[in-house]
C-alpha cells in the first residue's frame, strides 16, 4: 500500500471516528429534534466526502467560477477582495487542494505569513505528494524568520519531489537553494 493509499485510509478511519463522535455530540444538545435531524444529516454527507456545498446545491461548475473570480481578483493584486471568496470556496468545499493553495497565496501576497502556512499545510494533507504547497509555506516561514520550520517544510519538499516528474526538478532545485541558504 502506498504511503498516499495509508493516509487515505487513516483519513477514512478518522472521518468515521469523527463522525461518531459528532452524532454524540448531537444527540446530547438540547435543541429541537429538527435541529438534529439537520446536524445529523449534514454530518452524513460529510462523513461520505461530501461538503457543505453539496448540500446547498453548489456543483463543480459551480466552484469553478467563484473560483475564477477569486484568481481574478488574485491575479489583479486585489487579495482583499479574493480573500473571501476563497476563504467561502475552502468553506464549502473543503477536500480540494486548489481552493487552499489559492487562500494560501493570498494570505502570502496580504503578508500574512502564519496564516498562509495554515492553508499550505491543509493543501499538502489533501496532497502530500505534491511538492508546491510545502515550498511555499517554507518561503513563508524564512520570511518569519522560524528557520527551523522552514527547515522542516523544505526538507519535506525534497522528500516528496519524484524524479520522474519534470515540475518537480524546480520545486527541487528552490527547495535545495533555500536549505543551502540556511546553514
Not at 489583479?76 to 493553495?101: C, N
Request: aromatic residues 8%; glycine residues 8%.
Amino acid at each position: 500500500m502506498s504511503g498516499k493509499n495509508l493516509t487515505d485510509a487513516s483519513a477514512g478511519a478518522a472521518q468515521v471516528d469523527m463522525a461518531a463522535m459528532m452524532r454524540e455530540m448531537v444527540d446530547a444538545l438540547q435543541v429541537e429534534q429538527k435541529q438534529k435531524d439537520l446536524a445529523l444529516d449534514v454530518l452524513d454527507v460529510l462523513a461520505k466526502g461530501g461538503n457543505l456545498g453539496q448540500i446547498h446545491g453548489l456543483t463543480k461548475k459551480d466552484f469553478d467560477l467563484i473560483y475564477s473570480v477569486g484568481h481574478t481578483f488574485y491575479k489583479s493584486g486585489k487579495y482583499e477582495k479574493a480573500m473571501p471568496i476563497f476563504q467561502f470556496l475552502t468553506l464549502y468545499d473543503h477536500p480540494t487542494k486548489k481552493w487552499w493553495m489559492g487562500l494560501g497565496a493570498t494570505l502570502q501576497m496580504m503578508k500574512q505569513f502564519q496564516k498562509a502556512v495554515d492553508a499550505y499545510s491543509v493543501a499538502t494533507i489533501l496532497d502530500i505528494e505534491d511538492p508546491k504547497p510545502q515550498l511555499q509555506a517554507g518561503y513563508c516561514l524564512l520570511t518569519m524568520k522560524k528557520k527551523k520550520e522552514a527547515r522542516s517544510a523544505l526538507e519535506g519538499v525534497l522528500l516528496c519531489c519524484q524524479d520522474n516528474v519534470p515540475a518537480h526538478a524546480v520545486f527541487k532545485s528552490q527547495a535545495q537553494a533555500l536549505l543551502n541558504g540556511l546553514k
